[in-house]
């Protein structure tokens, strides 16, 4: 809906309204759509007194135009009693009347537009941030993740399956962020499946508890105060009532998501649940499946060159611009169009030669598809300072939480400008993930870091 058209749909429910100033019901019926009564109000009336503030500013700035409005609709004068009390002809109070419902318009859809505004924000601020300006070769798999999400239809369930780092995280986060606007969703909550370093071991009825109690604690003030059986009762009361997006992001296992979807079936309808996950059953029902593959090669191309620009390595010069596009032809000969690979290895180019990181991946092959990355990260590893080590390694040992940098202050005993010094070093080599808001950041490790950091290969 474009803007005009946003307005007049507005200004035929302001006009409703004064048409029928004594129902309660058909006042909400006419601008109950409006995002201003999703700003924690708590009267019965609403819309009535939105409407009534309104009124009241405006009367400050034009007396007369107020007066003829709630001479015509609050006391439910004919327009020639209205011109006779205002002393002016028929046609002049019509349009006084017309003119105060246009500005009543006018003041709403400044308030709205600053409402709906505030709203994503809200929203924004629970999200990771971005990690790419632009997500290469994954627009179609953006669209159909968009047009999934605004659907008010089964299924309820989406389900985003790749690889580890082939950027499941990044499209979730990016389809989000497209639809936030359209307030197809009362809130989104992003929930992020961290694994302890010991998770292992751990039951997957374990992490679907977990998961459960983050769900809780993101929409219930003080869940402490409630019994388990009671967070259950609200969270199931909460997104029956409106449409909520929950985000439950970084699924390893097919055990995990396979349990965790007799909670989700419960919870779902009328709100949705987006997942990211390494393995599923392609045929589970009630459940849209999204696979994000490897990129093409222009998108690997392209990014490339984009992580080449942050690190600041680029050369305009010919010879060059002919060593870059052999370099990304011989890359994606070796590891294909896996956005983290991508990035991994454009961002030690300036330290070590492309042939012995290649070699590296090449080791990787003969591992795990889990394990894939193990020869890299430690080659990286043995390039950064003691410093970025430490960091890093107990980035890694947290594991089912980010930090923030007055953690890292009080527990890794170095000093304030040593401790930036090496968060700028690790994400220079896009070790670590900033995440947080722009008040405030926090630090944590993408889970393939992780991974590495718990096999002692670090060490």
Not at 143 to 170: C, Y
Not at 295 to 312: H, N, T, Y
Not at 359 to 382: A, C, M, N, T
């Amino acid at each position: 809906m474009t803007e005009e058209e946003e307005r007049a749909k507005i200004e035929q429910g302001v006009a409703g309204c004064l048409a029928n100033w004594s129902s309660d019901l058909a006042l909400e019926e006419a601008l109950g759509f409006l995002r201003l009564n999703r700003l924690g109000t708590t009267q019965v009336n609403g819309v009535r007194t939105l409407l009534e503030r309104i009124i009241g500013e405006l009367e400050r700035q034009d007396p007369e135009v107020v007066r003829a409005i709630k001479l015509r609709f609050w006391q439910g004068k004919v327009l020639q009693a209205v011109a006779r009390e205002l002393n002016v002809s028929i046609a002049t109070a019509k349009r006084k009347c017309d003119h105060g419902i246009s500005q009543i318009t006018d003041m709403i859809c400044v308030e709205e537009k600053r409402a709906r505004q505030e709203l994503v924000e809200k929203n924004l601020v629970d999200l990771p941030p971005q990690t790419h300006a632009d997500l290469f070769g994954q627009n179609e798999t953006l669209d159909r993740l968009e047009a999934e999400l605004l659907t008010d239809s089964p299924p309820w369930i989406v389900a985003l399956i790749g690889l580890g780092g082939i950027g499941k995280t990044a499209v979730a986060n990016e389809g989000v962020r497209r639809i936030l606007s359209t307030f197809r969703f009362e809130r989104v909550i992003w929930i992020r499946n961290d694994h302890p370093l010991n998770a292992a071991h751990w039951p997957a009825s374990a992490m679907v508890e977990r998961l459960a109690a983050q769900l809780a604690k993101h929409l219930i003030e003080r869940p402490d105060q409630l019994s388990i059986n009671q967070q259950n009762r609200f969270v199931w009361q909460t997104l029956k009532a409106q449409p909520h997006l929950i985000v439950i992001d970084n699924l390893e296992s097919e055990s995990e998501t396979l349990l965790l979807m007799d909670l989700l079936n419960g919870l779902a309808n009328p709100s949705k649940f987006l997942l990211t996950t390494r393995s599923y059953q392609a045929n589970q029902a009630g459940v849209f499946h999204l696979n994000v593959g490897e990129l093409s090669p222009p998108a690997v191309k392209d990014l490339f060159f984009e992580q080449l620009k942050i690190l600041g390595s680029q050369s305009k010069s010919a010879a060059a611009a002919k060593d870059r596009d052999d370099a990304v032809e011989t890359i994606y000969e070796t590891v294909g169009g896996h956005p983290l690979a991508i990035k991994l290895i454009s961002r030690v180019l300036d330290v070590l030669p492309l042939s012995v990181i290649l070699e590296d991946f090449r080791q990787g092959h003969h591992l795990s598809s889990v394990d894939v990355y193990q020869p890299i990260y430690k080659r990286i590893w043995s390039i950064l300072s003691p410093e970025a080590q430490h960091i890093l390694r107990k980035i890694g040992e947290i594991g089912d939480h980010d930090v923030r940098v007055e953690e890292m202050l009080s527990v890794f005993d170095l000093p304030e400008e040593r401790v930036w010094e090496a968060i700028t070093e690790l994400t220079r080599r896009s070790l670590i993930e900033v995440r947080g808001s722009l008040q405030e950041k926090r630090y944590g490790v993408h889970p393939l870091t992780q991974r590495f950091l718990g096999t002692g290969l670090s060490d």
